[in-house]
């Protein structure tokens, strides 16, 4: 069983870093603004699993670094992460959700209904599009298969 929770921000670090940035530093990983976001982390047969971090300005969040662990890809948690992030957000009247994405991940966003922008980047050896979701007065099927 996964179980979501409010993590502290140091321990979103490991994840990151042996999910998203395995060749670079371990302070690579960490972000300037870490201590003044949000973070999750999804847990299975309680181990920190996978994470994700949420930076709230103004009534807009960024979601940040959503990464799991390598050898549980592929098996649901991170569409449960996004699901919780997406509650949260809503609880939290939120209008817009939005996240620089992988370009070669940008499907998974898009299975929840974020919409790809022509906002584009490279960083790290990494193509990113900027995508987003308007949260108000959404109406999102949570019962369809992801």
């Not at 960024?62 to 949260?88: C, H, N, T, V, W």
């Not at 209904?113 to 906002?119: A, D, I, L, R, Y």
């Amino acid at each position: 069983m996964a179980v979501v929770e409010q993590i502290f921000p140091s321990l979103t670090w490991r994840i990151r870093h042996i999910t998203m940035y395995p060749d670079q530093p371990f302070d690579f990983v960490k972000l300037e603004h870490d201590f003044e976001g949000i973070h999750f982390g999804i847990y299975v047969n309680h181990e920190l699993t996978g994470v994700v971090s949420l930076f709230m300005d103004d009534g807009i969040g960024q979601f940040r670094k959503l990464a799991i662990l390598p050898e549980a890809q592929s098996s649901g948690l991170g569409s449960q992460l996004m699901l919780y992030l997406i509650d949260f957000c809503k609880v939290q009247k939120l209008t817009k959700l939005w996240c620089n994405a992988r370009v070669n991940s940008k499907e998974f966003y898009t299975k929840f209904g974020f919409h790809e922008t022509n906002q584009t980047y490279s960083a790290a050896g990494f193509d990113f599009v900027k995508m987003e979701l308007e949260i108000q007065d959404r109406h999102f099927d949570e019962t369809r298969k992801l």
